[in-house]
Nanobody, 122 residues
Framework: QVQLVESGGGLVQTGGSLRLSCAASGRTFTSLPMGWFRQAPGKEREFVSTISSSTINTLYADSVKGRFTISRDNARNTVFLQMNSLKPEDTAVYYC???????????????WGQGTQVTVSS
């Protein structure tokens, strides 16, 4: 079992930055690929980014490529999402997830955090 707790969300103006954190506990964190997803009101949950257990491989949604950076600190059991140049369309609840596969598909992740709200004002 893996427990995930996100933090770092908030209200920011267009063009601003936020850094989300996801602290993991329970099963061996270092062996699990991690992902970030987001869900805006009335929309389906969508893939944002994922990182391999080794930190070598990363993937990003086209909508955030060049603006967001995923990273992880295996010594601290934490994964991060640095979000720069934020836009109003980035407004959503952001979830971190842990899974067996490094994937862009939400159903491939078995463990989820409770989410953290990110609101970007125009």
């Amino acid at each position: 079992q893996v427990q995930l707790v996100e933090s770092g969300g908030g209200l920011v103006q267009t063009g601003g930055s936020l850094r989300l954190s996801c602290a993991a506990s329970g099963r061996t964190f270092t062996s699990l690929p991690m992902g970030w997803f987001r869900q805006a009101p009335g929309k389906e949950r969508e893939f944002v980014s994922t990182i391999s257990s080794s930190t070598i491989n990363t993937l990003y949604a086209d909508s955030v490529k060049g603006r967001f950076t995923i990273s992880r600190d295996n010594a601290r059991n934490t994964v991060f999402l640095q979000m720069n140049s934020l836009k109003p369309e980035d407004t959503a609840v952001y979830y971190c997830a842990a899974g067996i596969l490094m994937s862009t598909v939400a159903n491939h992740y078995s463990y989820w955090g409770q989410g953290t709200q990110v609101t970007v004002s125009s």
